[in-house]
Structure formats: C-alpha cells, structure tokens
T-cell receptor, first 115, second 113 residues
Framework: EDKVVQSPLSLVVHEGDTVTLNCSYE??????LLWYKQEKKAPTFLFML??SGIEKKSGRLSSILDKKELFSILNITATQTGDSAVYLC???????????????WGLGTSLAVNP | KAGVTQTPRYLIKTRGQQVTLSCSPISGHRSVSWYQQTPGQGLQFLFEYFSETQRNKGNFPGRFSGRQFSNSRSEMNVSTLELGDSALYLC????????????FGSGTRLTVV
C-alpha cells in the first residue's frame, strides 16, 4: 500500500533556530514530491521535486529529494514566528497503467516557533 | 488572478441531512480535486474532475458524489450525513492534472451534529 510518512509529528523551536522536516515514502509509479505549508486553512505550495539531488530554494526554505532512499527533507533556517504552521508532504503518483494519478499525503509536521 | 474559491466557508448540519459544497477553480484550470481533512487521517482524496468527467475516485462511500460544470466549477455532495463526516473539505485546482502543482482553496468547514 502506498504511504507517505512525515517526522517529527510536531516540533517546538525558538526564533532563529534551524529545523529539518522529514518525509519518507513508499509509492509505486512516483511522479513528484510536493511540500505545502498550511497555516489556517488553504495549504500553500512551497516546492515540487522531481529529480534527486537538486536542491530547491526559496528564501530561508530549501528542500531536496533522494529517490534512491525514498525521502525528502525540508529545511528552514533562521526560523521566525511566521513559520509556525503545519508542513505537509505529498507524493504525486500514477496508477492504472498511467491513466490515473493521485496525491498521497503525509499527516504533516506541526511546527511552532516561539519568540 | 483570482484564486480557488470555495463556498460556503462554514456549515453546520444535522445527521441525516445532505450538503452541497462548491469550488470555483483558477481561471483556465480544468482539473479540480476534492479532499477531506481530519486531524487523525490527514488529507484523504475524494475525487478529481477534468473537463466535466470524473477521472479519479478515492475510497469513500457512495454518499459522497461530485460533478463539474462546463465552466470548470465543481460541486461535491454528501448525502445522509454522519457525525464522522465532520471535517475540512478542500478543493484544489490545477492546470493540467498536477503537472504544474495544485492550488488549494480555503476550504469548507463542515460540522455534523
């Protein structure tokens, strides 16, 4: 059965700390891995990763994918209180001979950044 | 460019009733996916519509149904509501079935009492 596992489930840090969030997956017919940030309701897109070893970067956030070991990490440096949110990882995969695709989601990592 | 719009934002229904939720995707996006989000289960895929056709369906009972109109707006319907249907219902639109990522709406918070 396809699954995506995120760790840790929750994390509390102080402003200025660096955090690393983990996402491992067991999915057949992998297409891409996506990271989202969910603060109140709408998850907002952070990164889409398709190739191993190529770091994607946006400001203080960066992410990398390892397709051999089947995991991705999301790094946040110099954390701020505004980074407090749930970070979701999802894997986009195909099935039914490639005619269908679906997103398989992890349960998320709840990050709290204290001032 | 307007984002994904979901209505209503909040809804309270009693057991046994039915409910219809609406999602208007980003202009030009033809794919709309629906998800149920609960604290214990995370995001669970309900179904995906593309050009008025249901392309994918998750493992939900037949009480959950949906449709898409010619303008790409989508509705989902839940009949004979149960307490366990209380959740945040999110829809996501994409340009071409996810090749360029998915944009989510703010969701509809459904509470069944």
């Amino acid at each position: 059965e396809d699954k995506v596992v995120q760790s840790p489930l929750s994390l509390v840090v102080h402003e200025g700390d660096t955090v690393t969030l983990n996402c491992s997956y067991e999915v057949t017919n992998f297409r891409s891995l996506l990271w989202y940030k969910q603060e109140k309701k709408a998850p907002t897109f952070l990164f889409m990763l398709t190739s191993s070893g190529i770091e994607k970067k946006s400001g203080r956030l960066s992410s990398i994918l390892d397709k051999k070991e089947l995991f991705s990490i999301l790094n946040i440096t110099a954390t701020q209180t505004g980074d407090s949110a749930v970070y979701l990882c999802a894997v986009d995969s195909t099935y039914n001979a490639g005619n269908n695709r679906k997103l398989i989601w992890g349960l998320g990592t709840s990050l709290a950044v204290n001032p | 460019k307007a984002g994904v719009t979901q209505t209503p934002r909040y809804l309270i229904k009693t057991r046994g009733q039915q409910v219809t939720l609406s999602c208007s995707p980003i202009s030009g996006h033809r794919s709309v996916s629906w998800y149920q989000q609960t604290p214990g289960q995370g995001l669970q895929f309900l179904f995906e519509y593309f050009s008025e056709t249901q392309r994918n369906k998750g493992n939900f009972p037949g009480r959950f149904s949906g449709r898409q109109f010619s303008n790409s707006r989508s509705e989902m319907n839940v009949s004979t509501l149960e307490l366990g249907d209380s959740a945040l219902y999110l829809c996501a639109s994409s340009l071409r079935g996810g090749d360029y990522g998915y944009t989510f709406g703010s969701g509809t918070r459904l509470t069944v009492v």
